[in-house]
């Protein structure tokens, strides 16, 4: 539901808006006899200020709220969409954020673009972890119970404020526009943690604190090329504390950029071709369990080549986006694990991110609308990718060495494919297929997923205010994943045998969605 309106003439428009998403889930528990264990209960609500202070200042002021409270209930010894476990999971979140921005035309050659955001949020990430209940399995088995919680506060605190040249500022002989800029981030993040086989709860404290110069230059070499240059310092500093007495403090100076060219050759085909140096800071994996080692991580650096053309054929009604792209990174952050066996016979799994090694990656991406008529759309994303660790390393001297394989998460392909068409006046059918290629699901192991093609489809109705949607998704009702294990066992009756588990996706679903915009 939705509300919008102006609130004061030509000075003052509002917006407000709440969305409520509930669902009993795909998961059945048998033992608990329930069918909402990994349901959905989701709350959004926003509000957004338009306030034209003056004809030279704009104002803008969003506020957002997050009421969700999820099951997590995902896991099965067998794969399949039926738990036996005993106690119910939670994903769960509390958030309110805002963000002012302001607009100021300080004078005919340039305007100051300010944005101030804060956000603080409660999260409840807990799960049964033997997936089953007491008494499933005999006492010979060694079977365990354990359950674990994990609950998190973080706020965090932004300010950007960057000076733009409009037309009459531009520079170096009226032929470049530019940006100036300077950006701060604080982060606080509180984590405690239960858990059945620790003695007493754990908890930590991660503050980090970001602060940013950055600058841009787009020169005209001439009427269709532009010389695009970017540079970006940034001082990050981190500071880890926790119960268990450990302390951790990172004091680092990263850069950034981007150099490049593009070429309009006329109103429809832009050609461009970019170099990038990007980077992702370090942390600390918060866990008391872990060797010295892979208790924090390094920063990753990436560089990144990609060359692409944007055009538009038939009067504008196929537009087409097409790049091609190459890049090396250096430190790559993947997640690892350790598994070992407890006194009782079970798996003791703790996961971590470290710093691989090197890295190496290529493909393409496509994107393209075609407005057959003023009735009928089509539309295409399609990205192919091939990517390599050069090099493999572990603080786990027993990790899997992934050395010359693809890394997790980074399928081949991925494509959706679809279409729009109104047929009558308020009516419209929406249809697309969805598809991804194989992948693994870690670099812990080699377990893949299965490739999937999902067809979707849905019906929309609109008349006056009201629009009412019936939808079907994965109408095919394909069985597919989406998470998987398999570095460890978690089945007392076959001695903790090393098995692959997966999350199951979405079966085929159907739904009605009514809205009013007032």
């Given amino acids: ?116 955001s804060h ?26 119970s354990a359950f674990d919680s994990y609950k998190r506060e ?16 531009r520079i170096f002989d009226d032929s470049t526009d530019w940006t100036l800029g300077f950006y701060c981030k604080k982060y606080k993040e509180k984590l405690l943690r239960e858990y059945s086989y620790f003695e007493k709860p754990f908890s930590s404290t991660y503050d980090t604190s970001n602060t940013v110069v950055y600058g841009q230059f787009d020169t005209a070499i001439d009427d269709k090329m532009v010389l695009v240059s970017g540079l970006r310092l940034e001082s990050w500093n981190a500071k880890y504390s926790d119960s268990q007495e450990l302390n951790i403090e990172n004091d680092e100076v990263l850069v950034g950029g981007k150099l490049g060219l593009s070429y309009e050759e006329n109103s429809q ?20 369990r872990l060797i010295t080692d892979a208790k924090s991580y390094y920063t990753e650096n990436l560089w990144n080549l990609e060359l692409g053309i944007n055009s538009s054929y038939l009067e504008d009604t196929l537009i087409n986006r097409f790049n091609i792209f190459y890049g090396k990174r250096e430190d790559q952050q993947v997640k690892s694990s350790i598994v070992s066996t407890r006194e009782d016979g079970s798996q003791n799994f703790i996961g971590y991110l470290a710093n691989a ?15 057959l008529s003023e009735r009928i759309h089509f539309y295409s994303s399609i990205g192919l990718l091939q990517s390599t660790f050069d090099t493999y390393i572990d ?101 903790y045998e090393v098995e692959r588990y997966t999350q199951q996706g979405t079966p085929r679903t159907a739904g009605l969605t009514l809205s009013y915009d007032f």
Avoid at 48 to 67: C, G, K, P, Y
Avoid at 269 to 288: C, H, R
């Fill in 395 to 495: 603080p786990n001297p027993l990790a899997l060495n992934v050395e010359g394989r693809t890394p997790a998460h980074s399928p081949e392909y991925q494509y959706v494919i679809g279409f729009d068409m109104t047929f009558w006046e308020g009516w419209i059918w929406k249809s697309n297929l969805e598809a991804k290629g194989a992948y693994y699901f870690s670099n812990r192991h080699d377990e893949k997923s299965d490739a999937y093609t999902l067809v979707h489809s849905s019906l929309e109705y609109t008349i006056g205010n009201w629009s009412v949607v019936a939808w079907i998704r994965n109408i095919t009702n394909i069985d597919y994943q989406t998470r998987g294990f398999g570095s460890f066992g978690n089945n007392p009756s076959n001695g």
């Fill in 119 to 144: 956000s603080q949020s409660n999260l409840v990430y807990a799960y049964d972890e033997d997936w089953s209940y007491i008494g499933e399995f005999p006492e010979q088995f060694s079977p365990y």
């Fill in 1 to 116: 539901m939705s509300l919008s309106g102006t609130v004061i003439e030509d000075r003052l428009r509002a917006r407000a808006s709440v969305y409520e998403h509930r669902s009993d889930g795909y998961m059945r528990n048998s033992f608990l006899h329930r069918d909402d264990t990994q349901k959905i209960d989701e709350l959004t609500a926003k509000l957004q200020l338009a306030w034209r202070v003056s004809d030279e200042h704009l104002i803008d002021f969003a506020f957002r709220h997050l009421d969700i409270t999820n099951g997590y209930d995902a896991f099965s010894l067998d794969n399949s969409r039926t738990s036996h476990a005993d106690e119910i999971g939670i994903d769960a979140q509390r958030t309110n954020a805002f963000a002012i921005k302001s607009n100021y035309q300080m004078n005919e050659a340039m305007h100051l673009v300010s944005k101030l």
């Fill in 154 to 169: 973080k706020i965090q605190n932004d300010i950007d404020i960057k000076l733009m040249g409009d037309a009459e500022g």
């Fill in 357 to 371: 090694g090197k890295s190496h990656y290529y493909g393409l991406e496509s994107q393209m609308d075609w407005y």
């Fill in 269 to 288: 085909t832009l050609y461009y071709a970019y170099l990038s140096k990007g980077y992702k800071p370090g942390g600390v994996n918060a866990d008391s």
